[in-house]
């Protein structure tokens, strides 16, 4: 089984930067792809960002690309989402999800969530 603690979520100003971090609990977390989803109210969950196994491949939702980068230490278990240039639209609850072996865009091919962290941008 494995169980993913979001943190960094809070409250920052537009063109400010935030990093979260997707803790794993685990011996299997670099056999792990990870990806970021985030939900704003009254909207759907949506894709942000996914790293490979071993951090060799990223992907980006084309409305983040260039401001956020997705990096993993599986020495230290933890994925981490750097969220620069910040915007009210990027405000929502941020969700680290994990699979085994290859990255998705997709939410419902995951298998592991975490409980979510709040980002609010304010303008």
């Known amino acids: 089984q494995v169980q993913l603690v979001e943190s960094g979520g809070g409250l920052v100003q537009a063109g400010g930067s935030l990093r979260l971090s997707c803790a794993a609990s685990?011996?299997?977390?670099?056999?792990?792809?990870v990806g970021w989803f985030r939900q704003a109210p009254g909207k759907e969950r949506e894709f942000v960002a996914a790293?490979?196994?071993?951090?060799?491949?990223?992907y980006y939702a084309d409305s983040v690309k260039g401001r956020f980068a997705i990096s993993r230490d599986n020495a230290k278990n933890t994925v981490y989402l750097l969220m620069n240039s910040q915007k009210p639209d990027d405000t929502a609850i941020y969700y680290c999800?994990?699979?085994?072996?290859?990255?998705?865009?997709?939410?419902?091919?995951?298998?592991?969530w975490g409980q979510g962290t709040q980002v609010t941008v304010s303008s």
């Open positions: 999800a994990a699979r085994y072996w290859s990255p998705s865009t997709m939410a419902n091919e995951y298998d592991y």
């Open positions: 685990g011996r299997t977390f670099s056999s792990l792809a």
């Open positions: 790293i490979s196994w071993s951090g060799g491949n990223t």
